[in-house]
């Protein structure tokens, strides 16, 4: 009978014990974690029509365990939330006319729920934790995803770099 009380009354409270309600919540959605699997490592982007003498690559370098806020402080309004980021990455801009040079820029990045769009924050320096610029994502496979500026009505097709 002891044991009876004790599968039926006193178990249930000792595995809800060790339980909290952070483990039970998901993070990030399907989508999300789909897309994040793909920001690892070095992509290049494919040349196109309006991009033949510039060269993009984005390096994703650090991958959160769960998104941090880049917060805003204002006196009358307490903490603002301005971005959730699920990482951080190197964005390098090379330029190959005339005489190539290149410009490294490091940002935090940060994936939509929906996986819908992809955004920028500046990570250092000056413009540290502004927001840079949202793009437009679309995952094509897990070595290929394309990053639309509607503001300039242009793409980067980017393709990891496998050497």
Same mark, same amino acid.
């Given at each position: 009978m002891k044991n009876l009380l004790f599968v039926f009354f006193i178990l249930? %409270?000792?595995?809800?014990a060790s339980n909290t309600d952070e483990d039970n919540i998901c993070l990030y959605t399907e989508r999300q974690l789909k897309a994040l699997a793909?920001?690892?490592g070095m992509f290049e982007n494919v040349p196109s029509e309006l991009i033949v003498e510039n060269r993009y690559y984005i390096t994703f370098e650090?991958?959160?365990?769960?998104?941090?806020h880049i917060c805003e402080h204002s006196y009358m309004d307490g903490e603002i939330v301005k971005a959730l980021v699920e990482g951080e990455c190197i964005?390098?801009?090379?330029?190959t006319r005339n005489v190539a040079q290149s410009e490294n820029i490091s %940002?935090?990045?940060g994936i939509s729920p929906d996986a819908s769009s992809f955004t920028l924050v500046y990570r250092e320096g000056e413009k540290n934790e502004q927001v840079?610029?949202? %793009?437009k994502l679309k995952v094509i496979d897990q070595t290929h995803f394309i990053l639309e500026d509607e503001e300039l009505e242009m793409s980067y097709d980017f393709v990891?770099?496998?050497r």
């Open positions: 249930p %409270f000792i595995s809800c793909v920001m690892d650090n991958q959160y365990i769960k998104p941090v964005w390098r801009h090379h330029v %940002f935090y990045y840079y610029k949202t %793009f990891k770099r496998t």
